[in-house]
Nanobody, 119 residues
Framework: QVQLVETGGGLVQAGGSLRLSCLAS????????MGWYRQAPGKQRELVAD???????NYADAVQGRFTISRDLAKNTCDLRMNSLKSEDSGVYYC?????????????WGQGTQVTVSS
């Protein structure tokens, strides 16, 4: 199948930046859209951003203008650049992928990486 591995989480001060990276392996030809979800303690997992094979991307309102998602098809990677971080951006960030265009009910998940923003 497909394996997703995230790297790049950590602790950062409010206003700082972090870059998360997701490496896909296995049957990567099955993947269409990739994206990033996050889950804060006591909250539901939410979609942060996604990007399709053609580069079309979508962002949650809360991160629009601060986060940038990108993808390298040759390397099978999907990155999330996070700027102007706020304490409410803290949580576990998960890489996800779907076989279809729309990022709904992901077929594949990474193990997650912790992002902590200190105020």
């Amino acid at each position: 199948q497909v394996q997703l591995v995230e790297t790049g989480g950590g602790l950062v001060q409010a206003g700082g930046s972090l870059r998360l990276s997701c490496l896909a392996s296995g049957n990567t030809f099955l993947i269409n859209t990739m994206g990033w979800y996050r889950q804060a303690p006591g909250k539901q997992r939410e979609l942060v951003a996604d990007i399709a094979l053609d580069g079309d991307s979508n962002y949650a309102d809360a991160v629009q203008g601060r986060f940038t998602i990108s993808r390298d098809l040759a390397k099978n990677t999907c990155d999330l650049r996070m700027n102007s971080l706020k304490s409410e951006d803290s949580g576990v960030y998960y890489c996800a992928a779907v076989r279809t265009i729309k990022m709904v009910n992901p077929d594949y998940w990474g193990q997650g990486t912790q992002v902590t923003v200190s105020s």
